[in-house]
T-cell receptor
Framework: AQSVAQPEDQVNVAEGNPLTVKCTYS??????LFWYVQYPNRGLQFLLK??????LVKGSYGFEAEFNKSQTSFHLKKPSALVSDSALYFC?????????????FGTGTQLKVEL | DGGITQSPKYLFRKEGQNVTLSCEQN?????MYWYRQDPGQGLRLIYY???????QKGDIAEGYSVSREKKESFPLTVTSAQKNPTAFYLC?????????????FGDGTRLSIL
């Protein structure tokens, strides 16, 4: 079964500092990985995805993610955090069972960016 | 603008009552999904549908039912058999073909027990 793990419930960072939100995955076969962001009482917004190709994926709002096959990781990064980046972040992997385009989500990481 | 509309935003259920959550999309997506979100547990899949008049159970389908009579609509009914319905419910849609396409989400319905 496909799964992702987000080992940190919360990450705190000062504005202007780089941020990293961690994700590790477990899949059989090639992984299809996604990052989403959720603001309070809103749905999830797609940030970026890894399918194949370059290990550094660039996405929306200045976010990027680094795919590392040997460490089975897909960490979300941003060079300079903003207070407005404070939100709940989810890593997800495509679930290949039963066909279609299902996703299996991690438990989420709350990012808090402080002045 | 194309998107997914969920209604109502807030919903209250009495004991023994069935309630229905609406989800409509105008993205021309074939696939639609319902998730339940609880604090600290991420999103869990309730039901999904890849085509009109067909749907499959997800990981936590007990106590829920769905229908898919139109491509644009995928309503979720929370039945009285669901003993712990208080949660944030999210609807999503996507193209079916191609594993590299993201899901698009509505803004959710928050369900509480009276």
């Amino acid at each position: 079964a496909q799964s992702v793990a987000q080992p940190e419930d919360q990450v705190n960072v000062a504005e202007g500092n780089p941020l990293t939100v961690k994700c590790t995955y477990s899949v059989s076969g090639n992984p299809y990985l996604f990052w989403y962001v959720q603001y309070p009482n809103r749905g999830l917004q797609f940030l970026l995805k890894y399918i194949t190709g370059d290990n550094l994926v660039k996405g929306s709002y200045g976010f990027e993610a680094e795919f590392n096959k040997s460490q089975t990781s897909f960490h979300l990064k941003k060079p300079s955090a903003l207070v407005s980046d404070s939100a709940l972040y989810f890593c997800a992997v495509r679930d290949l069972t039963g066909g279609g385009n299902k996703l299996t989500f991690g438990t989420g990481t709350q990012l808090k960016v402080e002045l | 603008d194309g998107g997914i509309t969920q209604s109502p935003k807030y919903l209250f259920r009495k004991e023994g009552q069935n309630v229905t959550l609406s989800c409509e999309q105008n993205l021309n997506h074939d696939a639609m999904y319902w998730y339940r979100q609880d604090p600290g547990q991420g999103l869990r899949l309730i039901y999904y549908s890849q085509i009109v008049n067909d749907f499959q159970k997800g990981d936590i389908a007990e106590g829920y039912s769905v229908s898919r009579e139109k491509k644009e609509s995928f309503p979720l009914t929370v039945t009285s058999a669901q003993k712990n319905p208080t949660a944030f419910y999210l609807c999503a849609s996507s193209v079916v073909q191609g594993s590299n396409q993201p899901q698009h989400f509505g803004d959710g319905t928050r369900l509480s027990i009276l």
